[in-house]
């Protein structure tokens, strides 16, 4: 049998089990509370730390991309494209500038406007020029290729248009070739063709008959023996059809014999023009001042 508890100390006995109670309970729901507080603070804390920094380091170097927020993460999936995509603005950042600089470029360096007028240029024989000339020019001839320069000129035509001729002559009378060609360019003497003896085939018959005005030939001299000034390349024909050569009854090209009173007619030289003066401003003269035969055409350094 239990003891009966004593009838005096009831009381006492109630209220310690009160407080023993009261403690107990305290105590209990303390525990869990304070268990799960750990992770639930520091899980979002590190989650939130590291996006924000990397949100702004993608700003900072693409200019061109969108500004986020004041304040604002980037939560979850939307990050992803920031951390690691190569789609990301800082990768399109160097082609946005670079058109950017090339449309300054050429903003600033506009392409200069094509005017007409005379142009000119002189060059060495290259191997593909020599290999053109295979019909003007061969071992044997009185002046070597080195000593030889190719010329373009711009000339007047007879449509009253410009055109690029071409021609050959010594390296040592380009300068004075190209500002006859120049002179005579800027008189608007028309010439019909400029072009090298070798589209003929070197033949000075078939260049002379297509009205062609040329230089540097390696032939005899017409009618006689020995090399003609043409084989130097001191020597240039002007529309040998409205000049022609005249000897007896011989007229060259045949064509020409419409021209051998002299008319006045374009392409036509004439005594003391502009063509006769251009020459002579370099120590050059006219066949067409010869007793016989008569060279219309014929400008040499020699002479002859």
Known sequence: MERPAHPASAP?????????????GCSTPETPAA????????????TTTVPAATTTAVTTSSPAGPTPPAGSSPVGPAAAPDLGSPAAPATAEPSTSSAATAS????????????????????EIDAATAARMGSSWRPGCPVA????????????????????GELVVAASVAADVTDVFQQLYDAGFPIAS???VDDFGGSDDDSMAADNSSAFNCRP???GGGFSEHSYGTAIDLNPVENPYLSGSLVLPPAGRQFTDRPDAPGVIQPGDAVVTAFASHGWTWGGTWSGPIDYQ???????
Do not use: C, K, M, N
């Open 221 to 223: 001299v017409t009618g």
């Open 194 to 196: 400029l072009r090298l």
């Open 145 to 164: 290729l080195a000593d030889l320069r190719y010329l373009t000129v711009t000339y007047r035509g007879f449509d009253d248009a410009d055109h690029t």
């Open 298 to 304: 014929h400008f040499s350094v020699s002479g002859r």
């Open 104 to 123: 300054e470029q050429v903003a600033e360096e506009p392409v200069p406007a094509q005017t007409p007028g005379f142009e000119s240029t002189v060059s």
């Open 35 to 46: 268990t799960p507080t750990p992770p639930t603070s520091s899980v979002p804390a590190a």
């Open 12 to 24: 006492w006995i109630a209220g310690l089990l009160a407080a023993v109670l009261v403690l107990a």
